[in-house]
């Protein structure tokens, strides 16, 4: 039972044009919506995060967008460079079942081409 | 900056074998995890720990055993290896119930 989805295995975009990253959650009991980044040989990177008490996260070229009614959430990455190439991980926290979890989605890999 | 450092990049150990995966961060963090990553199955978590000698069971945690003596180190043990236990571990570790720092991983062959 995937409680974190993330239905594309990847995604090819090119630079300077955005990418747009799409992750749903089944459970509406978690609360707080994290975004990791991971290249080749090391292990994910803190990129961003949102609770669930907002609707739009912004950092820089990052934005993340939750919808909480369609239990949605997207990274778009505004313009995409190619050092953006890597895996990225949705992950979800809270207490779903009574005990604190955090559940990763098994991952997009995206491609920026020059 | 947090520091996660894990004693082995790359493992390579007999079925049956004892083995020991190590993992220390420096920044005082209250928890610490063990997941392994596998393709298309994003990050599994194995088991965590939210203090000293204490550990609870994640989704996968057959196979495995943690300890936890120091604040800073958790370790990770394949009682007996097997070669379904083939694959990327990552540690990480965290303060409260944000965002977790990993280490570089350990990829280990059980052959």
């Known amino acids: 039972d995937q409680q974190v989805k993330q239905n594309s295995p990847s995604l090819s975009v090119q630079e300077g044009r955005i990418s747009i990253l799409n992750c749903d959650y089944t459970?509406?009991?978690?609360?707080?919506f994290l975004w990791y980044k991971k290249y080749p040989a090391e292990g994910p990177t803190f990129l961003i995060s949102?609770?669930?008490?907002?609707d739009k996260n912004e950092d820089g070229r990052f934005t993340v967008f939750l919808n909480k009614s369609a239990k949605h959430l997207s990274l778009h990455i505004v313009p995409s460079q190619p050092g953006d190439s890597a895996v990225y991980f949705c992950?979800?926290?809270?207490?779903?079942?009574?005990?604190?979890?955090?559940?990763f989605g098994a991952g997009t890999r995206l491609f920026v081409k020059a | 900056d947090v520091k996660v450092t894990q004693s082995s990049r790359y493992l390579v150990k007999r079925t049956g074998e004892k083995v020991f995966l190590e993992c220390v961060q420096d920044?005082?963090?209250?928890?610490m995890f063990w997941y392994r990553q596998d393709p298309g199955l994003g990050l599994r978590l194995i088991y965590f720990?939210?203090?000293?000698?204490?550990?609870e069971k994640g989704d996968i945690p057959e196979g495995y055993s943690v300890s936890r003596e120091k604040k800073e180190r958790f370790s990770l043990i394949l009682e007996s290896a097997s070669t379904n236990q083939t694959s990327m571990y990552l540690c990480?570790?965290?303060?409260?119930?944000?965002?977790?720092?990993f280490g570089p991983g350990t990829r280990l062959t059980v052959t």
């Open positions: 990480a570790s965290s303060f409260g119930e944000f965002e977790q720092y």
């Open positions: 459970n509406s009991m978690f609360d707080y």
């Open positions: 949102i609770s669930s008490i907002k």
């Open positions: 992950a979800a926290s809270g207490r779903p079942t009574g005990g604190f979890k955090t559940i």
């Open positions: 920044m005082d963090h209250e928890n």
């Open positions: 720990s939210y203090d000293v000698k204490m550990k």
